[in-house]
C-alpha cells in the first residue's frame, strides 16, 4: 500500500516565517525613519540656499534692492513655487532689512535657538549663511 506523502508547509512554520518578517521590517522602520529629521534639515538649508542665490539675482537685476517678498523670485523654481519649509509646510521666514534680507528657518522645534542638529535655525542673508551650519 501506498501512502500519500504531502508535501508543504505547517501552520506553526509559516507562522514563525511570519513573526521573523515582522521583527526584520520592525528593525528596518526604525533604521529608516530615526534619519528623517536630520534629512530635512539639510533639505531646508539646501533650499535657502537656492532662494539666497535667487534672491542676490533678482538684485542684481533691480538696482540693488531685495524684493518686499519671496514671490518675487517664484518664477527662479520648478512650478513657479517658492519653496517651503519641509517642517512646517509655511513659506520660510523673509524680511528685508536695512542693509539687505534676513531668511529664517529655525528647525524642527520651531523655537530659536537649538542644540540638537535639527533643531538648530537656519540663517541667511544678503552675505550668505549667517550662522554656523554645524
Not at 59 to 82: K, M, Q, Y
Not at 91 to 115: H, I, N, V
Request: hydrophobic share 35%; glycine share 8%.
Amino acid at each position: 500500500m501506498a501512502r500519500n506523502h504531502r508535501r508543504g508547509f505547517t501552520l506553526i512554520e509559516l507562522m514563525v516565517v511570519i513573526v521573523i518578517l515582522g521583527i526584520i521590517g520592525t528593525i528596518g522602520f526604525f533604521y529608516a525613519t530615526r534619519n528623517v529629521d536630520p534629512a530635512k534639515w539639510e533639505s531646508a538649508r539646501t533650499e535657502m540656499s537656492e532662494m539666497h542665490k535667487a534672491l542676490l539675482n533678482w538684485s542684481l537685476n533691480n538696482d540693488s534692492e531685495f524684493p518686499d517678498s519671496l514671490e518675487a523670485i517664484a518664477a527662479d523654481f520648478p512650478g513657479g513655487r517658492v519653496p517651503t519649509d519641509p517642517f512646517t509646510k509655511a513659506p520660510y521666514s523673509y524680511e528685508r532689512t536695512e542693509s539687505g534680507f534676513r531668511l529664517t528657518c529655525l528647525g524642527k522645534d520651531g523655537a530659536e535657538g537649538g542644540t540638537e542638529k535639527e533643531d538648530r535655525d537656519i540663517v541667511f542673508d544678503e552675505r550668505g549663511q549667517a550662522e554656523p551650519a554645524e
